[in-house]
């Protein structure tokens, strides 16, 4: 059955892709008619910027999802000028699970004219679960976790105007509310212990910098990235999570041969004072650490680094191969390579939805050390 639901997605993402590939034909444009768009041979050619894609997935942590996503894809010009900043999109998606999580959220990334703004962020409201395993480098087994189930209303937004060279400065700004917090067990003495164990508050602001140099945001061939922020978060409305939050993101591609790219990735989170549970820096998700569930390990300090070795393999087809590693601990001080790190890697398909902007809907499958499992089915690489 799991099988016979990731097949039915990747089908779905096969016609999808096929009726979106071969935007830049020399051939001209069809008209945007009802009869064009119900013919693939003439949609393919149709140069779509809003792509809608369906949902359907199935995990251990959500049951069967489906929904729908829509994706605006643009260039912003500059006046007067033929030139276009590098590719932007504005992503939304709307998805109900048969466990009865719904999720309305949105993803931004938008060079302005001439590339002197970029404007960066997610928003939402999800009705979500999660498994809780605790807080450290426990050694619970897979099996052995806390089903934690919440609201949430969040929004994290950065703003960068252009110093010169693809550097920028801006500032960034986080709030998060957690409420309606339950579990599906008890809470043991210890895990009443944690901050932010039944929901928070949290609004904070700082300074930040951007190098951006890639020369496709969706998924470079080429170039550097480097992201650092600094956030210190106050009290709301009688919370006492007060606390501060750094940031490192450091990312480079190397093009082995013209459709061949081997990218690294170093990210690092450390936070520092009253850290509620739900923002504690968490091991796992769909772009770092695949394989792991989202917050199988959480910690107030977090560093991992991965690698992708991204191939061609036939036309609007490419693969992937990847691995990383990630250590935790109460602070830099803490981690012990011995004890703390973890592993995890696993292999990928990539179909060419966007020639233009090399936008890709992506396909992974990963293994970790913990001896779990996680698949995947985004827009964009993971980095």
């Given at each position: 059955?799991?099988?016979?639901?990731?097949?039915?997605?990747?089908?779905?993402?096969?016609?999808?892709?096929?009726?979106?590939?071969?935007?830049?034909?020399?051939?001209?444009?069809?008209?945007?008619?009802?009869?064009?768009?119900?013919?693939?041979?003439?949609?393919?050619?149709?140069?779509?910027?809003?792509?809608?894609?369906?949902?359907?997935?199935?995990?251990?942590?959500?049951?069967?999802?489906?929904?729908?996503?829509?994706?605006?894809?643009?260039?912003?010009?500059?006046?007067?000028?033929?030139?276009?900043?590098?590719?932007?999109?504005?992503?939304?998606?709307?998805?109900?699970?048969?466990?009865?999580?719904?999720?309305?959220?949105?993803?931004?990334?938008?060079?302005?004219?001439?590339?002197?703004?970029?404007?960066?962020?997610?928003?939402?409201?999800?009705?979500?679960n999660e498994r809780y395993w605790g807080v450290g480098n426990n050694g619970s087994k897979n099996e052995d976790y806390n089903n934690q189930f919440y609201n949430r209303v969040y929004l994290e937004s950065r703003v960068y105007k252009l110093l010169k060279r693809q550097n920028y400065f801006g500032i960034t700004l986080n709030f998060s509310n957690t409420y309606n917090?339950?579990?599906?067990?008890?809470?043991?003495?210890?895990?009443?212990?944690?901050?932010?164990?039944?929901?928070?508050?949290?609004?904070?602001?700082?300074?930040?910098?951007?190098?951006?140099?890639?020369?496709?945001?969706?998924?470079?061939?080429?170039?550097?990235?480097?992201?650092?922020?600094?956030?210190?978060?106050?009290?709301?409305?009688?919370?006492?999570?007060?606390?501060?939050?750094?940031?490192?993101?450091?990312?480079?591609?190397?093009?082995?041969?013209?459709?061949?790219?081997?990218?690294?990735?170093?990210?690092?989170?450390?936070?520092?004072?009253?850290?509620?549970?739900?923002?504690?820096?968490?091991?796992?998700?769909?772009?770092?650490?695949?394989?792991?569930?989202?917050?199988?390990?959480?910690?107030?300090?977090?560093?991992?680094?991965?690698?992708?070795?991204?191939?061609?393999?036939?036309?609007?087809?490419?693969?992937?191969?990847?691995?990383?590693?990630?250590?935790?601990?109460?602070?830099?001080?803490?981690?012990?390579?011995?004890?703390?790190?973890?592993?995890?890697?696993?292999?990928?398909?990539?179909?060419?939805?966007?020639?233009?902007?090399?936008?890709?809907?992506?396909?992974?499958?990963?293994?970790?050390?913990?001896?779990?499992?996680?698949?995947?089915?985004?827009?964009?690489?993971?980095?």
């Amino acid at each position: 059955m799991w099988l016979f639901k990731k097949g039915i997605f990747i089908v779905i993402i096969f016609l999808v892709v096929r009726s979106l590939n071969a935007q830049d034909s020399l051939r001209p444009e069809p008209k945007k008619t009802i009869r064009n768009f119900m013919n693939p041979d003439s949609l393919a050619l149709i140069n779509l910027k809003l792509v809608p894609v369906p949902i359907f997935t199935s995990s251990p942590e959500t049951g069967v999802r489906f929904g729908l996503a829509m994706e605006y894809l643009f260039n912003a010009k500059e006046k007067g000028k033929n030139k276009e900043a590098r590719g932007s999109f504005i992503y939304g998606q709307m998805t109900y699970s048969t466990k009865n999580q719904l999720d309305f959220s949105s993803t931004w990334q938008v060079f302005s004219s001439g590339e002197r703004f970029v404007f960066r962020g997610n928003a939402g409201f999800q009705r979500f679960n999660e498994r809780y395993w605790g807080v450290g480098n426990n050694g619970s087994k897979n099996e052995d976790y806390n089903n934690q189930f919440y609201n949430r209303v969040y929004l994290e937004s950065r703003v960068y105007k252009l110093l010169k060279r693809q550097n920028y400065f801006g500032i960034t700004l986080n709030f998060s509310n957690t409420y309606n917090l339950t579990y599906s067990k008890p809470l043991s003495a210890a895990d009443n212990q944690v901050l932010g164990i039944n929901g928070s508050k949290v609004l904070g602001m700082g300074p930040a910098f951007l190098h951006d140099s890639r020369d496709f945001p969706f998924s470079a061939q080429k170039g550097a990235y480097a992201e650092v922020y600094y956030q210190y978060h106050i009290p709301v409305l009688g919370d006492q999570f007060n606390y501060s939050e750094l940031m490192i993101d450091f990312r480079k591609y190397f093009p082995i041969t013209k459709l061949n790219i081997l990218a690294f990735q170093l990210m690092s989170r450390s936070t520092f004072g009253n850290v509620p549970l739900r923002e504690l820096p968490r091991l796992g998700s769909a772009t770092m650490m695949r394989g792991f569930f989202t917050g199988r390990v959480r910690d107030k300090s977090y560093t991992a680094v991965q690698s992708d070795f991204r191939f061609h393999i036939w036309k609007w087809i490419y693969g992937s191969a990847f691995g990383s590693a990630g250590i935790l601990g109460e602070s830099f001080s803490d981690y012990n390579p011995n004890n703390n790190m973890h592993y995890a890697g696993g292999i990928g398909l990539r179909f060419l939805a966007n020639k233009k902007n090399r936008i890709f809907i992506r396909v992974d499958y990963a293994r970790n050390s913990l001896a779990g499992s996680a698949f995947y089915i985004r827009l964009n690489e993971a980095f």
